[in-house]
């Protein structure tokens, strides 16, 4: 009798990683196969523009906008008009000379050409660094 219970199995405590091994190899195979089609793309051609990023700050904020028909306008104090860009440079410079820490944003219709949407930004960001060396 002593025996029969040496020979009876204790409860194994290990787990079995071979079906996580297998599930993860499938996962693998997916992600190698679908990886590839998510990065086709649309070609475009951009406007050349020679510009760098503008740095953000935390206080009031300037928002310069390009209807559809081209038309720009300036938001200061919930005031807009329409205005021609050698306005809106004049109008941006004059807030900026008082306040050179306040943001310039700018909005565009999703109908606008991107050109038109870019042009004012390099028009913006060249008036921004012209404050900067005066």
């Known amino acids: 009798m002593a025996r029969s219970r040496r020979n009876k199995r204790r409860p194994m405590a290990e787990i079995n990683v071979v079906p996580y091994i297998d599930v993860m190899l499938v996962l693998l195979v997916i ?11 649309v070609d475009v051609e951009l406007p050349n523009a020679n510009a760098a990023p503008i740095q953000d700050s935390e206080n009031e904020v300037l928002i310069a906008s390009v209807d559809s028909k081209g038309k720009f306008y300036l938001d200061v104090g919930g005031k807009q008009e329409s205005i021609t860009l050698s306005q809106l440079q004049d109008r941006v410079r004059k807030v900026l000379s008082q306040n050179p820490k306040m943001s310039v944003l700018v909005r565009g219709d999703k109908n606008v050409p991107y050109g038109d949407v870019i042009g ?6 060249g008036l921004v660094r012209q404050m900067l060396v005066l």
Do not use: D, K, R
């Open 120 to 125: 004012l930004m390099v028009a913006l960001q």
């Open 31 to 41: 992600f190698m196969i679908t990886a590839p089609m998510l990065t086709q793309g």
